[in-house]
């Protein structure tokens, strides 16, 4: 039901906009997220943006940087990743959960929906 897509080998600096389709039924209850994952680290949140309304939140270390939307006539998401650093490497992920479910929208325990990931390589 998840597709992320549009990664790829970029250099330091660059940009990159990766895009996740969404399958299924109404997202108006859902968030999606955004999270990484480098290789042998955890999973890192990265930003998520709440379908119906549109307000989104970001990690820290991406902050001012990437920019999360949605489309909703689309059914997609997508990650505007500006001034990119090597430190920004990983596998991409998008994952949806219920707006209301508890437990924290940065907690990637949280989603019970993935879909599979997208390579980012940021060269220095």
């Known amino acids: 039901q998840l597709q992320a897509f549009g990664g790829g080998l970029v250099q330091a600096g660059d940009s990159l906009r990766v895009s996740c389709e969404v399958a299924?039924?109404?997202?108006?209850?859902?968030?999606i997220g955004w999270f990484r994952q480098a290789p042998g680290k955890e999973r890192e949140f990265v930003a998520v943006v709440m379908w119906r309304a549109g307000t989104s939140y970001y990690g820290d270390s991406v902050k001012g940087r990437f920019t999360v939307s949605r489309d909703t006539a689309k059914s997609a998401a997508y990650l505007q990743m500006n001034s990119l650093k090597p430190e920004d490497t990983g596998v991409y992920y998008c994952?949806?959960?219920?707006?209301?479910?508890?437990?924290?929208?940065?907690?990637?325990?949280?989603?019970?929906?993935w879909g599979q990931g997208t390579e980012v390589t940021v060269s220095s």
């Open positions: 994952a949806t959960r219920e707006l209301y479910v508890q437990g924290y929208m940065y907690s990637p325990d949280t989603y019970g929906n």
């Open positions: 299924g039924d109404s997202l108006d209850r859902y968030v």
